[in-house]
């Protein structure tokens, strides 16, 4: 039988870290068998619903590069997807169990569950929950309150003792005394909607699930879950739970710790590709010394047992590590497509100027090594725009210098320029060092006061460079400007 894997969200919210290594992990998984991955829509939750999360599921998985094989907006053989278009399935499985005497019509009343609870409070019992009343109605009784048309609920039958066994792929057997387990939970409620477990096992079996790895929180449902398909006797999927995300303090990842929403990360200037590369790893040992993988490559050495037992530590310094390194994997025709609408957003240029596509393409092997997000690309390359004000003079002076000393300075790289222009950097560079070794001064002085007016600091990507992607002109421009500047200090 060929694997068959699902990512079952609920559209409660937007999509965290938490939820998309839940899918890489399926992902992963389905692709290294030849296997199917499946999305589905757990939405019975209809208070918590929104379309707005159903969207940014879908842009969440279009930005990553890594989609489900068959699901709601794409169809598939066992739709629908969407579990609020699977209502009437869920009742009539859970009219079978009834009749098969696994389950049973409650018709207790929110009042009388409130006084029941009140009571166990009260009188501190250990077992706080349903007390199992309608399971031992009688047939008069339940078919009396039927043709009264009193609402109901429908409860499962947990066994009253022993214990339930169920398998995890990566933790082994698990037991849990049926005591333990909540009594007789509500598979459908009165309203006809079914609860999360009963919709998730019969879609589960139904969508013909081969495994389930989802995230250890769901450990506790486990048992429950192995009592459902065993009352249905239908064969349960594997088990996998997979170990938490904590932030650095040991306590689960959560906005405490940064960003958790996928597309806070995007808009902070992440690739996907990093994000991918850093959340498979997370729990998870590949290859000994190596770190960077790419999605294909993470398929090729996915196995279940590289998952680790113990909970993985979420390092956001890491990740921009890994982002660093994926900035720079890219071309130079890439990356100024990719920092394109960050410099449209910063208004450093409008979406069509063609000029403007053909400079920064130029200067990409400048910044690339600069850029550890792509929002970065604004500030690091705003001075090829030249919209930057003048710094105050003290930033243009070397050691020992004054502002005039700093004007003399340009008037002779200007003579240089003019002389040797920008054709061919490196000997421009040579002439220069002679230049400064006549004058009895460091290069380094010499060039201060030009790079400070040909990019606006101190600390800047490469000079020469940068003036031959600005023009020779331009460059003049700049420099003939400081110079005013600085004579008029
Ligand atoms: N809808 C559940 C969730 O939001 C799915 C849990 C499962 O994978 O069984 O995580
Ligand atoms: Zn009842």
């Given amino acids: 039988m060929s694997v068959r894997v699902r990512y079952a969200p609920s559209p409660t919210g937007n999509q965290h870290i938490g939820g998309v290594r839940t899918a890489l992990i399926n992902y992963l998984f389905a692709k290294s068998k030849g296997g199917s991955f499946i999305l589905r829509l757990e939405d019975t939750d209809r208070r918590r619903y929104s379309p707005e999360y159903v969207q940014n599921l879908y842009d969440t998985f279009k930005w990553l590069g890594f989609y489900w094989d068959e699901g709601p907006d794409i169809g598939g053989p066992v739709g629908p997807y969407v579990q609020s278009e699977r209502f009437e399935l869920y009742r009539k499985y859970a009219e079978d169990l009834v009749r098969m ?112 790895m989802r995230a250890q929180e769901w450990i506790p449902s486990a048992p429950l879950h192995r009592i459902i398909y065993d009352a249905f006797g239908w064969e349960m999927p594997e088990l996998c739970h997979l170990p938490m995300v904590l932030g650095q303090d040991g306590h689960k990842l959560s906005k405490r710790h940064g960003a958790t929403a996928v597309n806070e990360f995007r ?46 530590v979420f390092d956001y310094q890491k990740l921009e590590w890994f982002n660093g390194q994926y900035i720079r994997q890219k071309s130079d025709e890439e990356l100024s497509v990719l920092i394109h609408p960050y410099l449209i957003e910063a208004g450093l240029r409008s979406e069509l100027d063609t000029a403007k596509d053909q400079m920064e393409l130029a200067a990409m092997p400048l910044v690339k090594e600069r850029l550890k997000f792509l929002t970065d690309a604004p500030a690091i390359m705003a001075y090829l725009y030249g919209r930057l004000d003048l710094p105050p003079v003290e930033t243009y002076l070397p050691k020992k210098a004054d502002a005039q000393d700093a004007a003399v300075f340009l008037e002779e790289d200007t003579r240089i320029l003019q002389e040797f222009g920008l054709d061919d950097i490196s000997s421009v560079e040579d002439k220069f060092r002679e230049r400064a070794l006549e004058m009895g001064k460091k290069l380094g002085d010499l060039l201060m006061p030009l790079r400070v007016a040909i990019t606006y600091t101190r600390v800047s990507p490469p000079l020469f460079e940068s003036m031959k992607i600005l023009g020779l002109g331009e460059s003049l421009d700049r420099i003939e400007k400081s110079i005013q500047y600085l004579r008029g200090a």
């Fill in 101 to 212: 005497d696994k389950a049973y019509y409650c018709f207790c009343d929110s009042d009388r569950l409130e006084r029941l609870r009140q009571e166990q409070i009260a009188t501190k019992k250990d077992e706080i929950g349903y007390d199992r009343h309608c399971r031992s109605i009688s047939k008069e009784e339940r078919d009396r309150n039927i043709a009264e048309g009193k609402p109901h609920v429908i409860r499962l039958k947990i066994p009253l003792d022993g214990v339930t066994v169920f398998h995890d792929e990566l933790l082994g057997n698990i037991e849990w005394k049926n005591a333990d387990i909540s009594p007789d939970p509500v598979l459908l409620k009165s309203d006809g909607f079914p609860t999360y477990h009963l919709a998730n096992i019969i879609d589960d079996h139904l969508m013909e699930i081969t495994h389930v």
């Fill in 267 to 312: 808009k902070a200037g992440y690739l996907p590709e990093a994000l991918i590369n850093y959340i498979a790893l997370l729990g998870c040992s590949y290859e000994d010394g190596r770190d960077i993988y790419s999605l294909d490559e993470l398929v090729g050495l996915f196995k279940i047992e590289r998952l680790n037992k113990a909970p993985a």
